[in-house]
């Protein structure tokens, strides 16, 4: 039961610290900057975040890579991501946007990435599955 509570407590922790991130970008971007350069700041902000988004499966990536098992990458996940990073780099391309088309051709080479590692080691991933990565705390 404590243990749960702890969880608890962590998660909402996280979702406090979100909320007073998000505050702390809309109060400097309102206060601080002008409207051309709150478009760069903002814009700025979001290639970031999306570039960390799309970077995120690279630690998966690297464990694949050392199991030669798919085991802990979803392939639905990386098709999803793949799928919707080039559909908003066309998007970025079309409407001539940087702050779009940046981030999600990067995100779309990273998706590549994972279904040509999906597919290379799809076939080791047949064995008995592995010790869980995470122990679940429900």
Partial sequence: MACRLFHQA????????VFAVFAVIVFV?????????RQ????YLS???LIS???SPLFIINLVVKTKSVEYMPFY???STFLMSLSFFAYGMLEDDPFIYVPNGIGTVLGIVQ???YSYYKNASKEDPREP?????A
């Fill in 133 to 137: 990565l995470l122990e679940s705390s």
């Fill in 29 to 37: 971007s309102l206060t601080v900057f002008v409207s051309p350069y």
């Fill in 53 to 55: 988004m799309f970077a």
């Fill in 40 to 43: 760069l700041f903002v814009g």
């Fill in 10 to 17: 962590k998660m909402t922790w996280f979702l406090v610290a």
């Fill in 47 to 49: 290639v970031a975040s």
């Fill in 115 to 117: 279904l040509v590692l």
């Fill in 77 to 79: 996940l990386s098709l």
